[in-house]
């Protein structure tokens, strides 16, 4: 059995109760912290040593963002747990939630006092409601037990967690964006400097974490960061990672895996091979706003720096897996008809440029496209790279990756005035 | 630090900036060219376009200039193949969603997105997109918003928050389908737009477009003249444009320096239409056996002339009064004191100020020893609090009020709001004070009695350059919050706050308007406004001073140019004798008279008793702007000879037995000094309809039939002759004042004008404290008469209506009266909003609509003075400020009923 650290009170159809994981270890950390063991430099340089990188997409070293916050910065501090989760195919901020809530509790709690916050806010997306009330319900048994609230476990640190149900939009995952939201204003994103770290939420010093993220801070205070990153299986790697594996898979799923284990052992051992009479045709890696990753490639490490060595990203660990009886040209229409509808629409190259290519994927899927198309939307998948966030950059990788990999397909849809792979009618 | 010089490379040039600038600041101040589209110097950066773009050595990707702050060393580079391929790309998107044709546009030639697609030489659009068409906003007669052809650059959603401080408009929905709408998506007129237009002047597309300017012009056939507003005495500077001897439209630019750096409000942006007006006095009129006739210049001139000489052969010169125009430019207030003192000899000339200001010209000057605003609009923003009092800055000065509120969302500035009326302003104030109508007195004292007992104030300031302290001690140890509370309705721990925050201010500035001054106490309550202010140590500080905001253009002109009857210009009095030898010398004559001549009120008492037999009206209209108004009518009705001056038939000019048709602001050249004390260039841009002549050309024509020689080529030459007499003035001349005007004092030609006044000593050498009582209002509430009114204006209209009611975008706002009354008082009452209802007080009596809501207090009426058929001035009592002799138009008692 490969070592289950997030996941190590799952149980089947059933929530961890906080006696469970206080029986597992649980609090046992912020019980360290009230009796005076930890500063919150300690919990930073910590945390920095197991070399723990943000489970959001983007990869950023925890510490060092909490870092960032200035030593003399304004009170009060606030931190933000990023629970947005729309990534297509990820859903493993929702898993964390329904397995085991305590261990995202006691995450925040210590993240919140490695940046001095007094206030934290749960941000959560409507269509996870029931996550929402399982987490009321647990945020309350937490404040009861006198983990949260005023002067916790007797110490002089007080601190709460504010659920936050959000207006339910892809850019809310955005972390300025998130902040907007928060603030009750357009969730635009915001360009920095300044950094939320400086001046976030009321122009207070905010840290904004991925749920996954804060769910590893117990683990690796309880059992140390060489422990943490001896659960790797690559050299810089740390820790494990929960991957989403959906698409033409026998066991479709979330499991937890050393983080750096290679794509074919996920795909074959992990989720039960591909489908009879299916065989691998590409795979989104970690998740929609990833590149298409080719056969060849089957053999990579699942980890940060090895995938990004061969030019994708880890980005959600959400692998979504085709077949050769998929058609590319559709799926990447379908992603970019929902980025295009997801663009908050505060920029040209994305609330425009998005339609535009959806556009003429629908023109080509659709029996309409024609042989300039392909310049033209080779043009402006590298073009909407000029866009104020990352939104924009990350819905043209597909794009970019299927003109790169399956142009032959492209041309396919052209030349037959038709999409190759729709039944005859 | 912020000034701190920083060296770039930009393509390979160096070129130098401050530290804090934007790579796009430093480009542009270095004359680079970096094209732009969501960018506005006004408004904070917004990033979206994505046309600024640069390349900057060690930096990923493409960086938008408009956001990056510049750093010493960066090294950047504007043009490139590839910076150019992307900025296309942006372009082309644009194009391939939205219906941009510029043959159906009447933006077409002043378009900033049709500027950058010839710029960057797109020929043809590749590809046009799903594009969903939105339905175009022309529900009003100003603005029309057609969003096919925006590009949702977010200006207009700026200009309406950051700017003016709005936050009418805003993005809503998402992606491709974002559009910009109102609060629940009402149409612009039914929103709370407030039509400033700062969002049309922002628009770089056709998206935003002056609804009566269509078809009108095309932007390269339209000359653009740069003049100030004839409006407020804000003295916005704003470009009438002109085509076919028509003002088209009203634009502003931001580049032009004055008092609003390109912002304007709805009337001076859509209330200009007047100029054209069908209305127009063409010719002059005389009247006979009851009717007007149509005469030459010559024929009524030589009436004039002849009643003139009769009348001052008979009675005196006295018996001859004017009645000078805050409407008017300097040169012709100037020209009329000139004409009344040295061709008539007399000092019966007075002005609308006494309406409006007279009390702060009164108080200012014992206290400081100057009756004008101290500091400067743009002064505002270095204020750490801001006292707002009888003051709808946001109606009555919208560009100041605009100041404010951006003041306030800096974050830096605090707002307190003493106003018995809920006012725009209080959502944005820190403490709103409200307190009963006419007890200004009491609660500037209960301040006072705060800040001395708690020991907040300025005692060294107060040590050092102010008297009478121990006197102004004594006098407000009585006003305890508790007895204010008692007075004015003012919770007293409210007041305490109030005083606190004021007290600990380190610049604090108080603007106040009529609230404080159309009062019997007017003085008295100016006077305690600088009391107040001296305690804090607040005069002669930038961001502090007592600002009372001028109501009219050219009101702080007019009392510049002697038009009161107790001072020739700069406020020189005339029973000095030195003063008066200066003048006669000046202006050719043995002697000028010595007495104090008649105020306006006095002049209609005097009229009545006959004691005045001929008055000549330079555009006023008392017969709707002074109190009491059949008093007034008897009294115009008792002369003997009545001229009027002035660009429609006014209410007086009917009165009139002749009756002069005059030039309006768009067809004279002239200066105007704003409430900031600012003198501005008048610009002439249209010619004036028939016979119509500006005003100073019918006193000089007057006065050379009346044996005195004026001979001015032009109004230039009436200034250079006011900058001889005139101390404050003597630096100026119109070349100086078209490089943004001038803030008087100026005395010499190199002085650069006076930002604030008083600083290190006041105008009278110290300071002077006044110990001061509270007085009840003259006319108490009774069992009778059981309501206090209170009057003043609003946002829509303009002072007795006569250009205003004649535009039709703001009629489209506010056409009628409208009486103000509190829902609980109008539940007792049967009165629903809308309803038709009476007022009555002891002397006389209007019936018009009521407005139910929350803007009054219980017990409080509020009506609006501009409507000459609901005329509010018919129940307002002509009781006097006994120092000021301004009257009580903001408390008297009356009843109202609701009509059947």
Same mark, same amino acid.
């Given at each position: 059995?490969?070592?289950?650290?997030?996941?190590?009170?799952?149980?089947?159809?059933?929530?961890?109760?906080?006696?469970?994981?206080?029986?597992?270890?649980?609090?046992?950390?912020?019980?360290?912290?009230?009796?005076?063991?930890?500063?919150?430099?300690?919990?930073?340089?910590?945390?920095?040593?197991?070399?723990?990188?943000?489970?959001?997409?983007?990869?950023?070293?925890?510490?060092?963002?909490?870092?960032s916050?200035?030593?003399?910065?304004?009170?009060?501090?606030?931190?933000?747990?990023?629970?947005?989760?729309?990534?297509?195919?990820?859903?493993?901020?929702?898993?964390?939630?329904?397995?085991?809530?305590?261990?995202?509790?006691?995450?925040?709690?210590?993240?919140?006092?490695?940046?001095?916050?007094?206030?934290?806010?749960?941000?959560?997306?409507?269509s996870y409601?029931?996550?929402?009330?399982?987490?009321?319900?647990?945020?309350?048994?937490?404040?009861?037990?006198?983990?949260?609230?005023?002067?916790?476990?007797?110490?002089?640190?007080?601190?709460?967690?504010?659920?936050?149900?959000?207006?339910g939009?892809?850019?809310?995952?955005?972390?300025?964006?998130?902040?907007?939201?928060?603030?009750?204003?357009?969730? *635009?994103?915001?360009?920095?400097?300044?950094?939320?770290?400086?001046?976030?939420?009321?122009?207070?010093?905010?840290?904004?974490?991925?749920?996954?993220?804060?769910?590893?801070?117990?683990?690796?205070?309880?059992?140390?960061?060489?422990?943490?990153?001896?659960?790797?299986?690559?050299?810089?790697?740390?820790?494990?990672?929960?991957?989403?594996?959906?698409?033409?898979?026998?066991?479709?799923?979330?499991?937890?895996?050393?983080?750096?284990?290679?794509?074919?052992?996920?795909?074959?051992e992990?989720?039960?091979?591909?489908?009879?009479?299916?065989?691998?045709?590409?795979?989104l890696?970690?998740?929609?706003?990833?590149?298409?990753?080719?056969?060849?490639?089957?053999?990579?490490?699942?980890?940060?720096?090895?995938?990004?060595?061969?030019?994708?990203?880890?980005?959600? #660990?959400?692998?979504? %897996?085709?077949?050769?009886?998929?058609?590319? %040209?559709?799926?990447?229409?379908?992603?970019?008809?929902?980025?295009?509808?997801?663009?908050?629409?505060?920029?040209?190259?994305?609330?425009?440029?998005?339609?535009?290519?959806?556009?003429?994927?629908?023109?080509?899927?659709?029996?309409?496209?024609?042989?300039?198309?392909?310049?033209?939307?080779?043009?402006?998948?590298?073009?909407?790279?000029?866009?104020?966030? #990352?939104?924009?950059?990350?819905?043209?990788?597909?794009?970019?990756?299927?003109?790169?990999?399956?142009?032959?397909?492209?041309?396919?849809?052209?030349?037959?005035?038709?999409?190759?792979?729709?039944?005859?009618? | 630090?912020? !000034?701190?010089?920083?060296?770039?490379?930009?393509?390979g040039?160096?070129?130098?900036?401050?530290?804090?600038?934007?790579?796009?600041?430093?480009?542009?101040a270095?004359?680079?060219?970096?094209?732009?589209?969501?960018?506005?110097?006004?408004?904070?950066?917004?990033?979206?376009?994505?046309?600024?773009?640069?390349?900057?050595?060690?930096?990923?990707?493409?960086?938008?200039?408009?956001?990056?702050?510049? /750093?010493?060393?960066?090294?950047?580079?504007t043009?490139?193949?590839?910076?150019?391929?992307?900025?296309?790309?942006?372009?082309?998107?644009?194009?391939?969603?939205?219906?941009?044709?510029?043959?159906?546009?009447?933006?077409?030639?002043?378009?900033?997105?049709?500027?950058?697609?010839?710029?960057?030489?797109?020929?043809?659009?590749?590809?046009?997109?799903?594009?969903?068409?939105?339905?175009?906003?022309?529900s !009003?007669?100003?603005?029309?918003r057609? $969003?096919?052809?925006?590009?949702?650059?977010?200006?207009?959603?700026?200009?309406?928050?950051?700017?003016?401080?709005?936050?009418?408009?805003?993005?809503?929905?998402?992606?491709?389908?974002?559009?910009?709408? /109102?609060?629940?998506?009402?149409?612009?007129?039914?929103?709370?737009?407030?039509?400033?237009?700062?969002?049309?002047?922002?628009?770089?597309?056709?998206?935003?477009?002056?609804?009566?300017?269509?078809?009108?012009?095309?932007?390269?056939?339209?000359?653009k003249?740069?003049?100030?507003?004839?409006?407020?005495?804000?003295?916005?500077?704003?470009?009438?444009?002109?085509?076919d001897?028509?003002?088209?439209?009203? /634009?502003?630019?931001?580049?032009?320096?004055?008092?609003?750096?390109?912002?304007?409000?709805?009337?001076?942006?859509?209330?200009?239409?007047?100029?054209?007006?069908?209305?127009?006095?063409?010719?002059?009129?005389?009247?006979?056996?009851?009717?007007?006739? $149509?005469?030459?210049?010559?024929?009524?001139?030589?009436?004039?002339?002849?009643?003139?000489?009769?009348?001052?052969?008979?009675?005196?010169?006295d018996?001859?009064?004017?009645?000078?125009?805050?409407?008017?430019? *300097?040169?012709?207030n100037?020209?009329?004191?000139?004409?009344?003192?040295?061709?008539?000899?007399?000092?019966?000339?007075?002005?609308?100020?006494?309406?409006?200001?007279?009390?702060?010209?009164?108080?200012?000057?014992?206290?400081?020893?100057s009756?004008?605003? /101290?500091?400067s609009?743009?002064?505002?923003k270095?204020?750490?609090?801001?006292?707002?009092?009888?003051? *709808?800055t946001?109606?009555?000065?919208?560009?100041?009020?605009?100041?404010?509120?951006?003041?306030?969302?800096?974050?830096?500035?605090?707002?307190?709001?003493?106003?018995?009326?809920?006012?725009?302003?209080?959502?944005?104030?820190?403490?709103?004070?409200? $307190?009963?109508?006419?007890?200004?007195?009491?609660?500037?004292?209960?301040?006072?009695h705060?800040?001395?007992?708690?020991?907040?104030?300025?005692?060294?300031?107060?040590?050092?350059?102010?008297?009478?302290?121990?006197?102004?001690?004594?006098?407000?140890?009585?006003?305890?919050?508790?007895?204010?509370?008692?007075?004015?309705?003012?919770?007293?721990?409210?007041?305490?706050? #109030?005083?606190?925050?004021?007290?600990?201010?380190?610049?604090?500035?108080?603007?106040?308007?009529?609230?404080?001054?159309?009062?019997?106490?007017?003085?008295?309550?100016?006077?305690? %406004?600088?009391?107040?202010?001296?305690?804090?140590?607040?005069?002669?500080?930038?961001?502090?001073?007592?600002?009372?905001?001028?109501?009219?253009?050219?009101?702080?002109?007019?009392?510049?140019?002697?038009?009161?009857?107790? %001072?020739?210009?700069?406020?020189?009095?005339?029973?000095?004798?030195?003063?008066?030898?200066?003048?006669?010398?000046?202006?050719?004559?043995?002697?000028?008279?010595?007495n104090?001549?008649?105020?306006?009120v006095?002049?209609?008492?005097?009229?009545?008793?006959?004691?005045?037999?001929?008055?000549?009206?330079?555009?006023?209209?008392?017969?709707?702007?002074?109190?009491?108004?059949?008093?007034?009518?008897?009294?115009?009705?008792?002369?003997?000879?009545?001229?009027?001056?002035?660009?429609?038939?006014?209410?007086?000019?009917?009165?009139?037995?002749?009756?002069?048709?005059?030039?309006c602001?768009?067809?004279?050249?002239?200066?105007?000094?704003?409430?900031?004390?600012?003198?501005q260039?008048v610009?002439?841009?249209?010619?004036?309809?028939?016979?119509?002549?500006?005003?100073?050309?019918?006193?000089?024509?007057?006065?050379?039939?009346?044996?005195?020689?004026?001979?001015?080529?032009?109004?230039?030459?009436?200034?250079?002759?006011?900058?001889?007499?005139?101390?404050?003035?003597?630096?100026?001349?119109?070349?100086?004042?078209?490089?943004g005007?001038?803030?008087?004092?100026?005395?010499?030609?190199?002085?650069?004008?006076?930002?604030?006044?008083?600083?290190?000593?006041?105008?009278?050498g110290?300071?002077?404290?006044?110990?001061?009582?509270?007085?009840?209002? #003259?006319e108490?509430?009774?069992?009778?008469?059981?309501?206090?009114?209170?009057?003043?204006?609003?946002?829509?209209?303009?002072?007795?209506?006569?250009?205003?009611?004649?535009s039709?975008?703001?009629?489209?706002?506010?056409?009628?009266?409208?009486?103000?009354?509190?829902?609980?008082?109008?539940a007792?009452?049967?009165?629903?909003?809308?309803?038709?209802?009476?007022?009555?007080?002891?002397?006389?009596?209007?019936?018009?609509?009521?407005?139910?809501?929350?803007?009054?207090?219980?017990?409080?009426?509020?009506?609006?003075?501009?409507?000459?058929?609901?005329?509010?001035?018919?129940?307002?009592?002509?009781?006097?400020?006994?120092?000021?002799?301004?009257?009580?138009?903001?408390?008297?008692?009356?009843?109202?009923?609701?009509?059947?």
């Amino acid at each position: 059995m490969l070592p289950q650290v997030l996941f190590q009170n799952r149980k089947p159809r059933r929530i961890a109760t906080m006696e469970e994981y206080c029986r597992s270890g649980g609090y046992r950390v912020l019980e360290d912290i009230a009796r005076g063991k930890y500063s919150p430099a300690d919990i930073c340089r910590i945390v920095g040593e197991a070399g723990l990188r943000g489970r959001g997409g983007a990869g950023f070293p925890a510490a060092t963002k909490w870092m960032s916050v200035p030593v003399d910065g304004a009170y009060p501090r606030y931190l933000a747990a990023n629970a947005d989760e729309m990534e297509p195919g990820t859903f493993k901020d929702r898993m964390l939630i329904h397995v085991d809530p305590h261990t995202l509790i006691e995450g925040m709690i210590i993240a919140g006092y490695a940046i001095s916050a007094s206030k934290a806010f749960f941000f959560i997306r409507p269509s996870y409601d029931s996550s929402a009330m399982i987490l009321e319900r647990e945020l309350e048994r937490a404040r009861q037990a006198g983990y949260l609230g005023d002067n916790i476990l007797g110490s002089d640190y007080s601190f709460d967690i504010i659920l936050h149900r959000s207006g339910g939009r892809y850019i809310c995952g955005e972390a300025t964006a998130l902040l907007n939201a928060l603030m009750g204003k357009r969730p *635009n994103p915001m360009k920095p400097p300044p950094y939320p770290t400086v001046k976030g939420l009321w122009n207070r010093p905010t840290v904004v974490n991925n749920v996954e993220t804060l769910a590893n801070l117990p683990h690796i205070l309880r059992n140390g960061p060489e422990w943490y990153k001896g659960l790797a299986r690559t050299k810089t790697g740390a820790g494990t990672k929960l991957f989403c594996i959906s698409g033409k898979v026998n066991r479709p799923g979330c499991v937890e895996l050393p983080i750096g284990t290679p794509l074919r052992e996920i795909l074959e051992e992990h989720a039960g091979g591909m489908r009879a009479g299916s065989e691998f045709k590409a795979c989104l890696p970690g998740g929609a706003s990833t590149r298409y990753l080719t056969k060849d490639l089957l053999d990579v490490e699942m980890d940060f720096d090895s995938l990004s060595a061969v030019g994708h990203r880890l980005g959600t #660990a959400a692998i979504t %897996v085709f077949d050769q009886k998929t058609c590319l %040209v559709g799926v990447t229409l379908n992603l970019l008809q929902f980025f295009a509808r997801e663009s908050c629409g505060w920029c040209t190259p994305c609330r425009e440029g998005l339609p535009y290519i959806r556009d003429l994927l629908w023109r080509i899927e659709n029996g309409e496209g024609r042989e300039e198309y392909i310049p033209m939307l080779r043009q402006m998948s590298r073009d909407v790279w000029n866009a104020y966030c #990352a939104l924009a950059p990350g819905a043209a990788s597909p794009v970019e990756s299927l003109l790169t990999f399956f142009e032959d397909e492209v041309r396919e849809h052209i030349r037959l005035k038709k999409c190759p792979f729709s039944r005859p009618r | 630090m912020e !000034n701190e010089i920083i060296t770039l490379t930009v393509n390979g040039k160096s070129v130098q900036g401050r530290k804090g600038q934007t790579v796009l600041e430093v480009c542009r101040a270095n004359g680079i060219h970096v094209p732009t589209l969501c960018y506005h110097p006004k408004m904070p950066p917004y990033g979206g376009c994505r046309l600024c773009i640069v390349e900057i050595q060690n930096m990923r990707g493409l960086p938008p200039s408009c956001t990056t702050p510049a /750093t010493d060393g960066m090294e950047v580079t504007t043009h490139t193949d590839r910076l150019m391929r992307v900025r296309k790309t942006v372009l082309e998107l644009l194009l391939a969603y939205g219906d941009h044709n510029c043959l159906l546009c009447e933006q077409t030639g002043n378009c900033e997105l049709q500027d950058l697609v010839y710029e960057h030489g797109i020929e043809k659009v590749r590809f046009k997109g799903e594009f969903k068409p939105h339905p175009k906003d022309d529900s !009003n007669t100003m603005i029309v918003r057609d $969003q096919n052809k925006c590009v949702l650059c977010g200006r207009c959603v700026r200009a309406c928050l950051e700017v003016q401080v709005n936050g009418v408009i805003d993005v809503a929905a998402r992606g491709s389908d974002s559009y910009i709408t /109102t609060f629940n998506h009402q149409s612009l007129k039914d929103s709370t737009c407030v039509f400033c237009g700062e969002c049309v002047a922002s628009c770089p597309t056709g998206a935003l477009t002056y609804k009566q300017a269509r078809f009108r012009g095309r932007p390269w056939e339209l000359k653009k003249v740069a003049t100030t507003c004839t409006y407020c005495g804000v003295g916005c500077q704003l470009e009438l444009n002109v085509k076919d001897n028509k003002v088209v439209k009203v /634009t502003s630019d931001h580049e032009i320096p004055g008092p609003n750096q390109g912002s304007l409000c709805v009337k001076g942006r859509f209330g200009n239409d007047f100029i054209d007006h069908p209305d127009r006095l063409t010719t002059p009129l005389i009247k006979e056996n009851g009717e007007f006739r $149509q005469a030459s210049w010559e024929e009524a001139l030589d009436r004039i002339a002849g009643r003139f000489e009769s009348i001052r052969k008979e009675s005196g010169p006295d018996a001859l009064a004017f009645f000078s125009s805050a409407r008017c430019t *300097n040169e012709e207030n100037y020209l009329l004191n000139k004409f009344a003192r040295a061709v008539i000899g007399t000092n019966n000339i007075d002005h609308c100020a006494r309406l409006c200001h007279a009390s702060t010209v009164a108080g200012l000057a014992t206290s400081f020893g100057s009756g004008a605003m /101290t500091n400067s609009i743009d002064d505002l923003k270095n204020s750490d609090v801001i006292l707002v009092t009888g003051s *709808n800055t946001t109606e009555m000065h919208p560009v100041i009020g605009s100041t404010i509120k951006r003041a306030v969302k800096s974050g830096r500035c605090k707002l307190i709001v003493v106003d018995s009326r809920k006012i725009d302003l209080v959502d944005h104030a820190e403490i709103w004070l409200r $307190q009963k109508p006419g007890t200004d007195v009491a609660w500037l004292n209960g301040m006072m009695h705060v800040i001395i007992k708690e020991e907040l104030y300025d005692k060294k300031y107060v040590d050092e350059r102010t008297e009478g302290f121990e006197e102004l001690k004594k006098a407000v140890a009585a006003y305890t919050p508790e007895k204010v509370e008692e007075i004015s309705g003012i919770p007293k721990d409210d007041l305490i706050a #109030a005083a606190r925050l004021y007290a600990s201010a380190p610049a604090a500035s108080i603007a106040y308007a009529m609230g404080i001054t159309q009062h019997i106490n007017g003085t008295d309550a100016v006077k305690s %406004v600088a009391n107040l202010a001296m305690l804090c140590g607040n005069i002669g500080i930038e961001g502090g001073g007592v600002n009372p905001l001028r109501g009219q253009n050219n009101v702080q002109g007019a009392c510049d140019m002697g038009c009161l009857p107790n %001072v020739f210009p700069a406020y020189q009095s005339v029973t000095i004798p030195d003063v008066r030898e200066k003048f006669a010398k000046a202006w050719g004559v043995d002697s000028l008279p010595g007495n104090v001549g008649l105020t306006i009120v006095e002049t209609i008492d005097a009229a009545g008793k006959g004691k005045v037999k001929a008055l000549y009206v330079m555009g006023e209209n008392p017969m709707v702007s002074d109190p009491d108004l059949h008093h007034v009518e008897e009294g115009l009705k008792s002369l003997d000879f009545l001229v009027v001056q002035d660009i429609f038939l006014t209410e007086t000019a009917q009165l009139a037995d002749v009756v002069l048709p005059a030039a309006c602001f768009a067809e004279k050249e002239g200066t105007f000094t704003n409430t900031e004390r600012r003198v501005q260039r008048v610009r002439k841009a249209v010619d004036p309809p028939g016979k119509a002549l500006p005003d100073w050309q019918a006193i000089a024509a007057l006065a050379s039939r009346m044996g005195y020689e004026m001979n001015y080529p032009d109004a230039e030459a009436i200034f250079k002759e006011i900058c001889a007499v005139t101390p404050s003035y003597a630096g100026m001349d119109y070349q100086r004042l078209d490089a943004g005007g001038l803030q008087w004092p100026c005395p010499t030609k190199e002085h650069p004008g006076t930002k604030y006044l008083h600083k290190d000593k006041f105008v009278r050498g110290k300071g002077l404290f006044h110990a001061i009582e509270w007085i009840p209002p #003259a006319e108490p509430v009774d069992d009778q008469y059981p309501f206090l009114l209170t009057t003043g204006r609003v946002l829509y209209q303009y002072h007795t209506g006569t250009m205003t009611r004649r535009s039709v975008g703001l009629n489209e706002r506010y056409s009628e009266c409208l009486v103000e009354i509190n829902t609980e008082d109008a539940a007792r009452l049967n009165i629903k909003d809308l309803d038709r209802v009476k007022l009555v007080t002891r002397r006389g009596q209007m019936e018009a609509k009521a407005r139910v809501g929350e803007m009054t207090e219980e017990g409080t009426i509020f009506v609006p003075f501009h409507f000459s058929e609901a005329a509010a001035n018919k129940l307002t009592l002509a009781a006097l400020d006994p120092q000021a002799k301004i009257p009580e138009y903001k408390v008297c008692a009356v009843r109202v009923e609701k009509v059947a």
